[in-house]
Antibody, heavy 121, light 107 residues
Framework: QVQLQESGPGLVKPSQTLSLTCTVSGGSISSGSYYWSWIRQPAGKGLEWIGRIYTSGSTNYNPSLKSRVTISVDTSKNQFSLKLSSVTAADTAVYYC?????????????WGQGTMVTVSS | SYELTQPPSVSVSPGQTARITCSGDALPKQYAYWYQQKPGQAPVLVIYKDSERPSGIPERFSGSSSGTTVTLTISGVQAEDEADYYCQSADSSGTPVFGGGTKLTVL
């Protein structure tokens, strides 16, 4: 059974770059017609889609974050990563990685447990 | 930017039927999906493609679509169904968008 696990620093200083990695276990990141996304949730608020990557390397980003986001994939390590630059307190949130493309649709069927990232000096 | 609108809260008694709506202009052309999120946990997909149920999701969860509104229906609500529910769809360019979430309270 495929599982996802986020990892990375829990504290990032303002103006710096947030970097997170999602490790896929229990299956190959390249198998099936799936894509891999990052989604975040500020405390007590709703979900916000950040972006996605296909194992071909093709990416799509939320227009509201596009200028600051880079998502990459390392199929040899079965991992994909998020970089968010020039962070501010507004980027403080739980960050989830998720698998999309369930049954050929834009549904996220597998999620990581989430990792809390705080932006503070 | 495109928005999906959900009621902030819905309350029902155990055994009753809960209906949570989600409205958006693009819903007639884009599928909707529903997620259940309990405190401190990651969301769980409960409905995809408007009305399909993933394996392992109880039959009491169902989805429907009518025009610019989609509805998640939970029949015979149980205490364990108390959670936040989020709808998700896509805008005209295919960018995934989430609704603001609905807190379901089981009285």
């Amino acid at each position: 059974q495929v599982q996802l696990q986020e990892s990375g620093p829990g504290l990032v200083k303002p103006s710096q770059t947030l970097s997170l990695t999602c490790t896929v276990s229990g299956g190959s990141i390249s198998s099936g017609s799936y894509y891999w996304s990052w989604i975040r949730q500020p405390a007590g608020k709703g979900l916000e889609w950040i972006g996605r990557i296909y194992t071909s390397g093709s990416t799509n980003y939320n227009p509201s974050l596009k200028s600051r986001v880079t998502i990459s994939v390392d199929t040899s390590k079965n991992q994909f990563s998020l970089k968010l630059s020039s962070v501010t307190a507004a980027d403080t949130a739980v960050y989830y990685c998720a698998r999309g493309g369930y049954h050929g649709a834009d549904a996220f069927d597998i999620w990581g447990q989430g990792t809390m990232v705080t932006v503070s000096s | 930017s495109y928005e999906l609108t959900q009621p902030p809260s819905v309350s029902v008694s155990p055994g009753q039927t809960a209906r949570i709506t989600c409205s958006g202009d693009a819903l007639p052309k884009q599928y909707a999906y529903w997620y259940q999120q309990k405190p401190g946990q990651a969301p769980v997909l409960v409905i995809y493609k408007d009305s399909e149920r993933p394996s392992g999701i109880p039959e009491r969860f169902s989805g429907s679509s009518s025009g610019t509104t989609v509805t998640l229906t939970i029949s015979g609500v149980q205490a364990e169904d108390e959670a936040d529910y989020y709808c998700q769809s896509a805008d005209s360019s295919g960018t995934p968008v989430f609704g603001g979430g609905t807190k379901l309270t089981v009285l």
